[in-house]
């Protein structure tokens, strides 16, 4: 079983950084594919950032550039550095895991593991 809790949202005024931490317990280990994902009010859930077993990373459009994800193995712990904030980041976001594969495949549905999520307010 794996317990993933984040932490380090908060409110922001446009062109702001925060840096998001996700915690992982129980077995969980670096060959798996773990990622950031994000869900506005009223709106779909989105991929932001993935980081693969060999580190290898992969990030949305919207925040190419902006937003950087790494991780501490031994740690265990996931981390977003967002930087130059915008409204339209305003969202929930949530760190997940692919138990099942090292490489990262987008979709949300192949990840097992969900945090609770932590909530990023950016005003304009």
């Known amino acids: 079983q794996v317990q993933l809790v984040e932490s380090g949202g908060g409110s922001v005024q446009a062109g702001g950084s925060l840096r998001l931490s996700c915690a992982a317990s129980?077995?969980?280990?670096?060959?798996?594919?773990i990622a950031w994902f994000r869900q506005a009010p009223g709106k779909e859930r989105e991929g932001v950032a993935y980081i693969d077993s060999d580190s290898r990373t992969t990030y949305a459009d919207s925040v190419k550039g902006r937003f950087t994800i790494s991780k501490d193995n031994a740690k265990k712990i996931l981390y977003l550095q967002m930087n130059s904030l915008r409204p339209e980041d305003t969202a929930m976001y949530y760190c997940?895991?692919?138990?099942?594969?090292?490489?990262?495949?987008?979709?949300?549905?192949?990840?097992?593991?969900w945090g609770q999520g932590t909530q990023v307010t950016v005003s304009s």
């Open positions: 129980g077995n969980i280990y670096s060959r798996y594919c």
């Open positions: 997940a895991a692919d138990p099942f594969r090292s490489i990262c495949l987008p979709q949300g549905r192949f990840f097992d593991y």
